[in-house]
């Protein structure tokens, strides 16, 4: 099936004969939806803490900072924009001239509020030597479009999201980049310097340092702190093989094999190649102007405390595990915080021998933490909190996307559709051992929660293979919390007309 060229075109990419065989056999057998136990809520996996605990979490975060802690803020920013202008692409494209839609008429009726909105009419005056409101007035809409989203004008529908003009201040605009810049100086930074890393698609790499570096001193002036910026691309290692809906791999009219990216589940490798003590990790889209910030802050610096202080609890207890004088008595109280704190449930523990069953809390114990922040339920698409079975029969906290639940399972879907609380992306990890080590992240990947979709290629259905999703299966064997913060945190940009949202004027 596969030819020497083929070998050598795998070999090309860092892949291995065997992963792509692997692979094409996933593609067979196709993944195993996820075992539920119950969705998460508040009593129930996910903390909600009272005011005093919040501040003590908050104590906790900063005294952690103040001991010379190497902090990362991690930011998945790879993605171009073109979906976020889907409808504005349709107006262009559509055989009527004026806004139809109610979102074309919003968009137009309201284009003096978005921060881009300087740039395109003097775009438009470069181009058309007319500006927005001539242009509108003389029923030329589509040239206005034509200039935001086209190579000619401001591009904006190939550029990368992060370098588009999100929110406006007295002393100019700013980017999804530089509001994380200054979310990096308020509750990540540490010894007088703010660590932000961001991953970014080969083709836009440039763009991005020249930002930064067009950036940086500004805000380097405005907090007194020393920024340490840098970057990282998804690594062809992680493309997986396309497949024909036989099975058989899909490959190019060259006769070449064709790859895909793994989808966010690849940057677990990116992640990995973090060295840090703490990384906080947020989507690039998900960024709110300063006069809202406060709350994201405040809860930064609680789900980071929160994250600390049980480090320290579990650091505490694999040091008392070490030193092999632990009583039955020491042994049941770690593995009531093994439930109750970390939500990780296996039946049949008091069963255990006292060997077994340190055995047990060590492997537990020993992996990665992350604290994630989960906000209300309001409908949005996408993962939510639940506690699902793992392949050695525990049971343990996960985030989990629709595709990954059996959806003739009634009860599954009731859980899904139901459940209290939706997973913003807003998590906070611990990435070293007790003993000071790195993790290697991918050995706590569960390879069984990949995702296979339809697509295409020049008319061809192929079949694409995702890797386990970075907050999905990359962290299933990780320890997690779910800490339930408030719906102000999360006000992502899915469209350009999300931008006329109050929280982003």
Known sequence: MLSTEDLKQISG???????????????????????????????????????????????????????????????????????????????????????????????FAQIKKFAFYDELDNTCKANNGKGIDALVAEGNYKAVVANMLEGKGMNYGQLPKGLLLFHKYDEGVRTPMEEHLVEGALYAASNGEANVHFTVSHEHMQLFEKKVEDKKQMYVDKFGIKYNISFSEQKPSTDTIAANPDNTPFRNEDGSLLFRPGGHGALIQNLNDIDADV??????????????????????????????????????????????????????????????????????????????????????????????????NVGEPGGGPFLTYNQDGTVSLQILESSQIDKSNTEYMRMFTEGTHFNPVDLVCAVKDYKGNDFNLPDFVDKSTGFISSKSKNGKELKALELPGLWNGAMSDWNTVFVEVPLATFNPVKTVNDLLREQHQ
């Open 13 to 107: 990419k860092g892949i291995t004969e065997e992963q792509v065989k692997n692979q094409l056999e996933d593609f067979k057998k196709g993944f195993p939806f996820l075992k539920i136990d119950a969705a998460a809520s508040v009593g129930n996996g996910v903390v909600a803490p009272a005011d005093d605990m919040r501040k003590q979490y908050i104590e906790a975060w900063n005294n952690y900072k103040a001991e010379g802690r190497k902090i990362v803020k991690f930011v998945p920013a790879s993605g171009a924009a073109s979906r976020m202008f889907k409808d504005m692409f349709g107006f262009l494209n559509a055989d009527y001239n004026e806004p139809t839609t109610d979102f074309e008429k919003k968009f």
């Open 279 to 376: 990384i906080f990790v947020k989507n690039i889209d998900n960024v709110v102007p300063d006069r809202l910030k406060d709350d994201t802050v405040t809860y930064k610096q609680l789900i980071a405390g929160i994250l600390v202080t049980l480090q320290k609890k579990i650091f505490n207890y694999l040091e008392v595990l070490d030193k092999g004088a632990c009583t039955r008595e020491c042994l049941d109280e770690m593995a009531r915080f093994l439930e109750n704190e970390l939500c990780c449930r296996k039946s049949g523990i008091a069963d255990l021998s006292d060997e077994e069953l340190v055995a047990y809390l060590r492997s537990k114990f020993n992996r990665p933490v992350r604290v994630c922040g989960v906000v209300k």
